[in-house]
């Protein structure tokens, strides 16, 4: 049973068209985690929610934005992509942020932008 | 800057045979070390070290963490094509986040 869930599995946008990607679980996890992986490089963090408390990397652009609207959603939105956005987003859950807490990843989303 | 380096970047064995992929660190506070293997898809978990020295097994797949060398080595033994996928040696950063810091990764195919 997916445990971690991501819409869509992959999408395309164009150069500057705002786009939205979301993640949900079943869970019941408190932190949800975006991380970019661009090809061939190691997933990075963008940001996390610890339920609502929103936590941005000091090195994640202005144009990438976050909601959670409840505890099993979240949202990733790209307000002007641009073409070195194009990567494999991936969403992550853990019941809690000590390292003894494993993170579950979902599919990821391949966002392509033309 | 916390950095994981991994090595060799990409390996290619036959079935059978047994890899050693190896991942080396300098991290400000080390607090645990982790394996994760990545398909075609999302990285899934395969281990947590978190004291030198010990063995972590399942199956066919076992780890070890040398705080001393400040390194750690995956080994797979008896390899299937099952086994080709990308290996990631992970941290946890520095604070109290969660944040992970990823290797580069090491591409495994495993031919028939």
């Known amino acids: 049973d997916a445990m971690v869930i991501q819409n869509p599995r992959y999408q395309v946008t164009q150069f500057g068209k705002p786009v939205t990607l979301s993640c949900s679980q079943t869970?019941?996890?408190?932190?949800m985690y975006w991380y970019q992986q661009k090809s061939s490089q190691a997933p990075k963090l963008l940001f996390h929610y610890y339920d609502k408390d929103f936590n941005n990397e000091a090195d994640t652009p202005d144009n990438f934005q976050s909601r959670r609207p409840n505890t099993s959603f979240c949202f990733l939105d790209i307000r002007s992509p641009g073409l070195g956005d194009a990567a494999m987003y991936l969403c992550?859950?853990?019941?809690?942020?000590?390292?003894?807490?494993?993170?579950?990843f979902g599919p990821g989303t391949r966002l392509t932008v033309t | 800057e916390d950095k994981v380096v991994q090595s060799p970047l990409s390996l290619v064995v036959h079935e059978g045979d047994t890899v050693t992929l190896n991942c080396s660190y300098e991290?400000?506070?080390?607090?645990?070390l982790l394996w994760y293997k990545q398909e075609k898809k999302a990285p899934t978990f395969l281990f947590m070290l978190t004291s030198s020295g010990i063995e972590k097994k399942s199956g066919r797949l076992s780890s070890i963490l040398d705080k001393k060398e400040l390194s750690s080595i995956l080994n797979i033994t008896a390899t299937q094509t099952g086994d080709s996928a990308i290996y990631l040696c992970?941290?946890?950063?520095?604070?109290?986040?969660?944040?992970?810091?990823f290797g580069q990764g090491t591409t495994l195919q495993v031919k028939p």
């Open positions: 992970v941290f946890h950063g520095s604070g109290n986040t969660g944040k992970l810091i």
């Open positions: 992550a859950t853990s019941r809690g942020t000590s390292v003894s807490y494993e993170q579950y």
């Open positions: 991290v400000t506070n080390f607090r645990s």
């Open positions: 869970l019941n996890h408190n932190v």
